[in-house]
């Protein structure tokens, strides 16, 4: 079992950057993929990025790739998301999720955090 919360969030302008946090409890976290996802209001949950569990795999959608970066230190069960260049469309709620191999699907991931806003000004 594994316990996903995430931090982070707020509102920043256009061309800032936040970094976002994803604390997980459970001892078999650092055997799982992490993934972000995202939820702008009235559109689907859609995947942003995902890392190994050792950090050695790490894939990112096209919206995103040459500005976020994602990483994870599981000495302290932790994975973070690094956002710069925001634009007001990367607004939305954003998830961290686990998952048991590496995929952008969401349906294949099987533990979520219950999410973190971010609101991009322009």
């Known amino acids: 079992q594994v316990q996903l919360v995430e931090s982070g969030g707020g509102l920043v302008q256009a061309g800032g950057s936040l970094r976002l946090s994803c604390a997980a409890s459970?001892?078999?976290?650092?055997?799982?993929?992490m993934g972000w996802f995202r939820q702008a209001p009235g559109k689907e949950r859609e995947f942003v990025a995902a890392?190994?569990?050792?950090?050695?795999?790490?894939f990112y959608a096209d919206s995103v790739k040459g500005r976020f970066t994602i990483s994870r230190d599981n000495a302290i069960n932790t994975g973070n998301l690094q956002m710069n260049t925001l634009k007001p469309e990367d607004t939305a709620v954003y998830y961290c999720?686990?998952?048991?191999?590496?995929?952008?699907?969401?349906?294949?991931?099987?533990?979520w955090g219950q999410g973190t806003q971010v609101t991009v000004s322009s």
């Open positions: 999720a686990a998952a048991k191999r590496a995929t952008n699907k969401e349906y294949e991931y099987d533990y």
């Open positions: 890392i190994r569990w050792d950090g050695a795999i790490r």
């Open positions: 459970g001892r078999t976290f650092s055997s799982y993929y």
